[in-house]
């Protein structure tokens, strides 16, 4: 095993054996999860804190799923109601955590890099359940896991991401993560929501689903995040689906086994045609929500190992 | 008292020399001068070791506290500060609350600013009322209380027919109005300069052409009017040829930068550092180079800290939410001291920007080391080595990029009038 953060904050920083390491564990509770006795007991004893400053029904479910099954003490807090409005800062927020000794703090915020700031302030594992636009981690984790279930490995794929890459911290997670798979990755938008020096980043770029899903191997797409935007990016719905919606006719240039995928929730007839996503041959949507438990298992019992470790080293050092 | 300065490199930034010679203070001016030693006598004599001699740095743009925010700066802790930064005069932005806008808060502001602080403290006006961008200042009762120049600080004043008039009253009075070139809408909201690194960390950010859009229409208005304007905070390669341009069409005209964009770059943000989160934004390495060869070529006149004391509660925050702007008064003269040692600047190139071509444009006194001049002067040592503790920092707000930075560079002395105002413990 191989895994050495305290935190999973990001994709960025971990190195490609850790997320093998993730996935591998990950695949084992899948397993689990399918059949009759469905607890481990990893996170026993440990208490998880779940907040929310933005409001989420899926993200949040799976992971109060993932550590009830593992045997934690889960509670939620819904912070978009509560303390913001009331003034208290991300610190205080913070200081209050730590007086209630959690042992995982699962954390989602509207401003890019909130997450890191938290972490920096408080006494325990934090995992990024989506900043801004900057990471959501866990998804590109179950995304990958995904993939390889269903493609045998995560490598030497052709992925295309279409949609809305300039406000997707979906998007950014996967191409870090699929890229340091050594994987080739497509990116299809409008170049209104396409992000800038996205060139650099080692990825082709397609302004058309024709082009850019030849040949692919895994189609990916986003969810279109209307209450993301500041202004109107596109002229409209009907235009946006007309060129850039998933269909079956865009589809048929991407490989013939190609997979589908989107991490919810759909805009059907926006981003994707109703009938392609509900193809059992062709869409593995469900099976990504499926995935989404079974690695916010993995990742909240590796580090909870680590943080086992850390405080057993520092009662030895004491 | 008479001062003689012994065995010391004259830093002239008029003759662009640094010989060693000597140099005497007397009833606060610069009475005389020399190469090698001398026989000149006076009640202190004091042997500089062969450190530099230069005139104190005159730091445009500074924002105090005062009125409003008293907690983050005052004049006095700005003014000990400055002291010991070897800034001799500052010369205050106007967006404080409420902002320098009537000849009555700005006859406060300089009453509150002699009583409290070792530096000489003058004070610019908004150019609108409230800085709201819709009706001119009293700008010619302004003038007459004693504001040297004009600006809405980082606010661009959306609306160019009240620009346009204002530049025409301003011309007439000879005043100096003070621009902040930015497109007020691309630029709405940003935190960092688009690119990469924005795209990365996923941070609202702002294109570099929207300084040159700015500047454009500013500078277009400034062609119309006649009127003397100093482009503040230009951070952008994109902005330069129209810069030249304007210049060689004999605008009357110059343009000013930053310590931190010459210093600093968009990846020292790092991550989500909000000390390094100013306005504008750090800007692309090929910028920064850029802006160090327009310094050279005299393109861009005057340097400046663009000092925005902030307190730990505005900063603690996550990068977007976090307020913009950090200290500078004590950490411009060491921080552009690195142009120096690792650009190749000359010491009298670099004092032509921050202290000669300040000092001229804005009319205040100093800048200058010439016989008659006043004796607003600067002992240092360009090349001793130290790191940054932001807690050191005579500023009431430590919000220092430098923490713990590696710079070279201490004031041993600074000298208003001839008086000295600062002086280094020997250890």
Not at chain 1, 104 to 127: D, T
Request: charged share 25%.
């Amino acid at each position: 095993m191989s895994f050495r953060q305290n935190h999973l904050l990001g994709i960025e920083t971990l190195a490609p054996d850790e997320i093998l390491t993730i996935l591998d564990l990950a695949d084992r509770y899948a397993e689990l999860e399918r059949g009759d006795n469905k607890h481990g007991n990893a996170l026993k004893g440990l208490t998880q804190i779940n907040m929310f400053f933005e409001a989420s029904t899926r993200t949040q479910a799976s992971f109060e799923l993932a550590g009830k099954r593992l045997g934690a003490d889960v509670m939620n807090m819904a912070m978009a109601a509560s303390s913001l409005k009331k003034g208290e800062t991300l610190i205080d927020t913070a200081l209050t955590l730590n007086a209630m000794h959690p042992d995982l703090l699962v954390v989602r915020h509207p401003h890019s890099g909130a997450v890191n700031l938290l972490a920096e302030k408080v006494n325990c594992a934090v995992l990024n359940a989506g900043d801004g636009k900057h990471e959501h981690p866990t998804q590109a984790l179950l995304d990958a896991l995904t993939i390889r279930r269903a493609k045998g490995r995560l490598h030497r794929l052709n992925i295309a991401i279409c949609g809305d890459i300039a406000h997707s911290r979906v998007a950014r997670s996967n191409i870090l993560l699929l890229g340091k798979m050594e994987n080739r990755i497509r990116l299809i938008a409008p170049p209104t929501l396409m992000p800038a020096g996205v060139r650099e980043w080692g990825v082709e770029m397609y302004d058309d689903m024709q082009g850019g899903l030849a040949g692919c191997d895994v189609v990916m797409m986003l969810r279109l995040q209307k209450e993301r935007m500041d202004g109107a990016f596109i002229p409209s719905e009907r235009e946006y689906y007309h060129r850039f919606g998933l269909d079956a006719e865009k589809l048929s240039a991407a490989k013939d086994d190609a997979i589908v995928m989107h991490p919810g929730p759909m805009n059907r007839g926006v981003e994707i045609d109703g009938t392609i996503a509900d193809d059992i041959n062709r869409s593995v949507i469900q099976e990504q929500v499926e995935m989404g438990v079974a690695v916010r298992m993995a990742a909240m019992d590796l580090l909870a190992q680590n943080l086992r470790a850390r405080r057993a080293e520092k009662g030895a050092l004491a | 008292m008479n001062i003689l300065f012994k065995n010391a490199r004259l830093i002239d930034p008029e003759a662009g020399t640094e010989d060693l010679g000597w140099l005497l203070v007397k009833d606060g001016k610069i009475a005389a001068r020399g190469t090698g030693d001398t026989t000149q006598n006076a009640e202190r004599i004091i042997d500089c070791a062969e450190a530099c001699l230069a005139p104190g740095l005159v730091d445009i743009g500074v924002k105090i506290g005062e009125p409003g925010e008293r907690h983050k700066e005052s004049f006095r802790s700005a003014g000990v500060a400055a002291a010991a930064g070897g800034v001799t005069t500052i010369v205050t932005r106007a967006d404080t609350t409420p902002p320098i806008d009537t000849p009555e808060t700005l006859e406060f502001v300089r009453r509150r600013a002699q009583d409290a602080s070792p530096v000489r403290i003058l004070p610019m006006a908004a150019l609108t009322k409230g800085r709201e961008g819709r009706e001119m200042t009293e700008l010619g009762f302004l003038l007459d209380a004693g504001a040297v120049a004009f600006g809405d600080g980082d606010l661009v004043l959306r609306d160019s027919k009240v620009l346009s008039r204002c530049m025409v009253y301003a011309r007439s009075l000879g005043a100096l109005i003070v621009g902040h070139p930015q497109d007020p809408i691309l630029s709405e909201g940003a935190a960092v300069t688009s690119g990469k690194f924005a795209s990365l960390k996923g941070l609202p950010a702002v294109s570099p052409m929207a300084e040159r859009m700015g500047l454009e229409r500013d500078l277009a208005l400034v062609e119309m009017t006649g009127v003397a304007y100093h482009a503040d905070q230009i951070s952008t390669a994109k902005s330069l040829p129209a810069l030249r341009r304007a210049k060689e069409a004999g605008l009357n005209l110059t343009a000013g930068i930053s310590i931190h964009h010459l210093t600093l770059n968009e990846f020292d943000v790092g991550d989500y550092r909000t000390f390094f989160k100013v306005k504008p934004p750090l800007r692309a390495e090929e910028d920064r180079v850029a802006m160090i060869e327009a310094l050279r070529e005299g393109l861009i006149d005057i340097i400046c800290s663009m000092h925005t004391p902030q307190d730990e509660e505005s900063k603690r925050l996550p990068y977007e939410a976090a307020a913009s702007g950090a200290v500078g008064l004590e950490t411009l003269l060491p921080a552009a001291l690195r142009l120096h040692h690792g650009a190749g600047l000359t010491l009298p190139d670099l004092f032509r920007a921050l202290s000669l071509n300040p000092a001229r444009r804005f009319k205040v006194p100093g800048g200058s080391l010439a016989e008659g001049a006043v004796a607003d002067l600067i002992l240092f040592d360009p090349n001793r080595p130290f790191i940054l503790d932001r807690f050191a920092l005579h500023s009431k707000s430590k919000n220092t990029p430098f923490d713990g930075a590696r710079l070279q560079g201490i004031v041993l002395a600074s000298f208003v009038n001839g008086q000295c105002i600062y002086e280094r413990n020997a250890s």
